[in-house]
């Protein structure tokens, strides 16, 4: 069974979760779109960086935003290092290629034909891709999400890193299961690491079926 502690841990998980999912779209979505649509020489470069937390280390990733948040960093005495909001901002860093790269991809798909004939119809950028490239790109947003939430749900080094290990503050369920196996209490950590497996499957599941959905039915 879940302690009061794996309980709270759960809560801020999930809290985690939601909020780096939500800026990331609202960061990545027209991050995407440019990438997608610029022709830009430097754009590998920004390709690049974003891609970097794929195979970066987590740890590496974790040390030098630890740095850049720590009291000894540009923020000061206004340290965001052991805190929740500095999980939130690392878990944007290394969540941000999981929805980036799907959004870009879904972008890049749409057929331009569409863009020339609500352009025709004088629509303006902004409606046009309200009203016509979100609804194509919609399995790139449902695979955005998953990913962007799920990728958060099982951070380990960049959290550990920057938010250590406060129980009811910065201790999630990836540190807490890490906690168990440390202190040998095995049956605690496969209630934990099997919830979170289940929910992985499910919320892939769920993505593919999807969008296979989608595929079917077409625009």
């Known amino acids: 069974m879940l302690t009061d502690a794996d309980l709270s841990a759960l ?12 800026i990331l779209l ?9 990438l997608a649509r610029s022709q830009w020489r430097g754009k590998p470069i920004i390709e690049a960086v ?3 937390p794929l195979v970066l280390p987590p740890t590496v990733l974790g040390f030098y935003l630890l740095i850049l948040l720590g009291a000894n960093g540009p923020l000061g005495e206004h340290s965001l290092a052991f805190t929740f909001s500095g ?29 020339e004939a609500a352009a025709t119809l004088r629509a ?18 449902l695979t955005a999400i998953v990913l962007g939430f799920a990728h958060t749900v099982g951070e ?6 920057i938010g250590g290990n406060i129980p009811g503050s910065t201790q999630v ?3 807490a299961i890490y906690e168990h196996v440390e202190n040998l209490e095995y049956a605690q950590a496969h209630w934990i690491s099997g ?25």
Request: positive net charge; glycine residues 10%; charged residues 10%.
């Open 11 to 22: 809560l801020i998980t999930l809290k985690l979760a939601g909020l780096t999912t939500l």
């Open 26 to 34: 609202l960061i990545g979505t027209p991050l995407a779109w440019w």
């Open 50 to 52: 974003v891609a970097l």
């Open 87 to 115: 999980l939130v901002i690392g878990s944007v860093f290394y969540s941000l290629p999981f929805v980036v790269q799907p959004l870009q991809g879904a972008f890049a798909a749409v057929n331009r034909g569409y863009l």
């Open 124 to 141: 303006s950028p902004r409606d046009t891709f309200f009203s016509v490239v979100v609804p194509l790109a919609r399995p790139g947003f």
């Open 156 to 161: 380990f080094g960049v959290v550990l890193m």
């Open 173 to 175: 369920l990836s540190i």
């Open 195 to 219: 919830g979170l497996l289940l929910l992985s499957f499910t919320l892939l599941l769920a993505v593919y079926g999807l969008n296979r959905r989608f595929k079917v039915v077409g625009p």
